[in-house]
């Protein structure tokens, strides 16, 4: 499906040792085919058995820093940063204390404030954080606002 982007090379930018970079590479590539970021929808789309993909993605999320990996992309000559807020819809989301409600008031979610660093007519990711009305609700410091 996106046989012109070379995502193993992208990945050998963000991790040192080839073991990692080709698990990286195929998560990715279940990112690129599921559009979305949930982890059941992206291990649905890796090969192999989905139960073993997601155990696969949580175990290379509790190994990897992904936030210091991907500030390795951030080129530090570049005049401006792109920011994009996005909100992620939650709606099953019950139970689960970080979810709060987005702008509408009523659709449960939660804002994850993308940032990049333009590089030839694109924007390649090089930070996120996440946010909701319940983490802000819970420890309203300037640091959140």
Known sequence: MYKFIP?????????D?????????????GIL??????ITDIAD????KEASNYKKIQRFLKQEDISTNLKRLFNEETEFVIVDPTEIERPGAKKTEYVGTLS?????GF?????????RGRAIPC????YSS????????????
């Open 104 to 108: 509408d008031g009523e659709t449960k």
């Open 134 to 145: 319940a983490t802000l609700g819970s420890d309203v410091t300037s640091h959140n606002l």
């Open 45 to 48: 789309k890796m090969p192999g």
């Open 17 to 29: 040792d080839q073991n990692t970079t080709k698990k990286a590479s195929q998560i990715m590539e």
């Open 7 to 15: 995502i193993f090379e992208f990945a050998k930018q963000l991790f």
């Open 111 to 119: 804002w994850m404030l993308m940032m990049a660093t333009p590089i």
């Open 33 to 38: 085919q599921a559009q979305s970021p949930r």
């Open 127 to 130: 930070h996120f954080i996440t």
